[in-house]
């Protein structure tokens, strides 16, 4: 167990159809990233919350939102499904200085559309 | 714009030699950190080490090794005496800064090299 909890870890769901992801950090890390990893793809930065706050965007596509909540857990909305949206995504958490301890991975939620 | 670069899609190396797996980065942030992560065909992603702009000496996690040069701006990952469980997806990462008041910065990733160890 990597300290990063992300449910569900399986998602099959129809086009144009809203689903939402859900990340729990390490505990202890305010910092909270999600990334996309489309099919044999390095993994794209979507965006970053620290402490309930935005605090840095990617490419995050407009039908994508996401909010960190008081309790630091994070949730990802992605709303009319398409079906290049198929990925895997994933959420990692980080202290402060993110130095040899790094960034905590979650196993990741695989979402399927079709 | 990209940061990181791996040259390599895929790599065939026969079990128990050496690989090396190259990546090159750019940056003009003068603190900067760099990451190597394995991903195996279950999808999670392995932390398998760090090497500091700073850092005087090259990292060194068991069999894993950085080859750092700083002014190459490359920092390769050499596996020694490879074994079949090595075959994964390898992921090069960048953090530039060390962190402010907002937390610490991003990862960049690159696109991989999959490697296969051959029996």
């Known amino acids: 167990d990597s300290g990063v909890t992300q449910t569900p870890k399986h998602l099959i769901t129809a086009t144009g159809q809203r689903v939402t992801l859900r990340c729990s950090p390490r505990s202890g890390d305010l910092s909270v990233y999600w990334y996309q990893q489309s099919l044999d793809q390095g993994l794209q930065f979507l965006i970053q919350?620290?402490?309930?706050?935005?605090?840095a965007k990617g490419n995050i596509l407009e039908r994508f939102s996401a909010q960190q909540f008081p309790d630091l857990h994070s949730e990802l909305n992605l709303s009319s499904l398409e079906l290049g949206d198929s990925a895997l995504y994933f959420c990692?958490?980080?202290?402060?200085?993110?130095?040899?301890?790094?960034?905590?991975f979650g196993s990741g939620t695989r979402l399927t559309v079709v | 714009a990209q940061k990181i670069t791996q040259t390599q899609p895929g790599m065939f190396v026969q079990e128990k030699e050496a690989v090396t797996l190259d990546c090159t980065y750019d940056?003009?942030?003068?603190?900067?950190?760099l990451f190597w992560y394995k991903q195996p065909s279950s999808g999670e992603m392995i932390f398998l080490i760090y090497q500091g702009s700073y850092d005087q000496q090259n990292a060194t996690e068991g069999r894993y090794s950085l080859n750092f040069q700083k002014a190459r701006k490359s920092a390769n990952l050499v596996i020694s005496a490879s074994q079949l469980g090595d075959s994964a997806m390898y992921f090069c990462a960048m953090r530039e800064g060390r962190g402010s008041i907002q937390g610490a910065q991003k990862l960049v990733f690159g696109q991989g090299t999959r490697l296969t160890i051959n029996p």
């Open positions: 990692a958490s980080s202290a402060l200085w993110a130095g040899r301890q790094g960034y905590t």
């Open positions: 940056t003009s942030d003068p603190s900067y950190g």
């Open positions: 919350y620290y402490n309930g706050e935005e605090r």
